[in-house]
Structure formats: structure tokens, C-alpha cells
């Protein structure tokens, strides 16, 4: 049984920065990711990271947010910099068991089998 833990979440004013953590237990996952949902809005791929460590972004999140990976503790990270007001969100880690086109599944939320219980992050202008 595989359980994600986040944490990280909080309030900060606009042009702060956040660090969010997800530690997994139980299987190997060769695909994590971050997701978030705003009130009133669909669940939205922020980034992905398969086992080998290549990464995927939203335009929306590009040179402002860093997905990584504690290869030891397996914890993914979820840098965030200079966040706007309309990066306020409930996020979400998710993650699968299969790597294969990880980067691609962004997008697809219902490919991954395992979520976190989500934290959430209010920026303020």
C-alpha cells in the first residue's frame, strides 16, 4: 500500500517563495508529480518527475517552480518562487508505479493511482 505524506503548504504575500515535500511509503513510484486545484477550477498538473529523473512543467509554473527528488529518502520537492496570487491552490502529490510516459501524463491526473491528502498554499497580493 503506498501512502503519500505532504507538507509545506502556507500563507505567503506575492513574490514569495514555498517548498512543499511529499514523502512516499510502501512501493517504488516511477512517476511523481504535483498537482493543484483552485476553487471553482479543474485539478491542473504543476510537474512531473519519473525514476530517471527527467521533469515536465506547466507553462504557467516554468522558471518560477522546481520539481526534485531525495534519492535516498525518495521525499519529492516542490520549490516555489516568485508565486502570484493565482498560483493559490490546494497541491496535490501524486505518483504511479510505472515511469513510461510520466512526462506526458501532466495532463492526466487520472493516471496516477496514488494521492496525497493535499496542503494548501494562499498568496496574497
Known amino acids: 500500500q503506498v501512502q503519500l505524506v505532504e507538507s509545506g503548504g502556507g500563507s505567503v504575500q506575492a513574490g514569495g517563495s514555498l517548498t512543499l515535500s511529499c514523502e512516499p511509503s510502501g512501493s517504488n513510484l516511477g512517476c511523481m508529480a504535483w498537482f493543484r486545484q483552485a476553487p471553482g477550477k479543474a485539478r491542473e498538473g504543476v510537474a512531473t518527475?519519473?525514476?530517471?529523473?527527467?521533469?515536465n512543467y506547466a507553462d504557467s509554473v516554468k522558471g518560477r517552480f522546481t520539481i526534485s527528488q531525495d534519492i535516498h529518502k525518495k521525499t519529492l520537492y516542490l520549490r516555489m518562487n516568485n508565486l502570484k496570487p493565482e498560483d493559490t491552490a490546494i497541491y496535490y502529490c501524486a505518483g504511479r508505479i510505472e515511469y513510461a510516459r510520466c512526462l506526458g501524463a501532466l495532463k492526466k491526473p487520472a493516471d496516477f493511482a496514488y494521492w496525497g491528502q493535499g496542503t494548501q498554499v494562499t498568496v496574497s497580493s
Open positions: 518527475q519519473d525514476s530517471l529523473g527527467l521533469k
